[in-house]
């Protein structure tokens, strides 16, 4: 069900699917194979939260998810290995950083946490 809803998405939509690091697009692409369906993979496009944030504070090391959530919210958030507070979190740390795009509030701190 799930397999046939996403494909309809793409086909439909051709969405850009936003992940935080390169595994979430490792292991959506194995599944196919793992659950004898046809690929999806040349019809996804994925953006790699965790590159753009590197790359737009121009950072050596890979910032966690939710130590940077934590930077961008002022607030911990437990991490609870969970897909879908994973996604969340990802979704709030997207917004975060949109928002630090357009008013350039965080750049220091986000520099000072992880360089």
Known sequence: ?????FNNMITKYNPAIIVYGKN???VLNDSYE????PSLKNKTRFVNLLQLIKTYYELRND????????VYSGNEDN???DAF??????YKVFEAFRNDLR???????IRENFD
């Open 103 to 109: 008013n350039n509030i965080k750049t220091k701190e």
């Open 34 to 37: 793992i659950n004898s369906l």
């Open 85 to 90: 507070d994973d996604c969340v979190v990802t």
């Open 79 to 81: 991490q609870v290995h």
């Open 1 to 5: 069900t799930f397999y046939n809803d």
């Open 63 to 70: 910032p966690g998810l939710f130590k940077l959530y934590g």
């Open 24 to 26: 979430d697009s490792i």
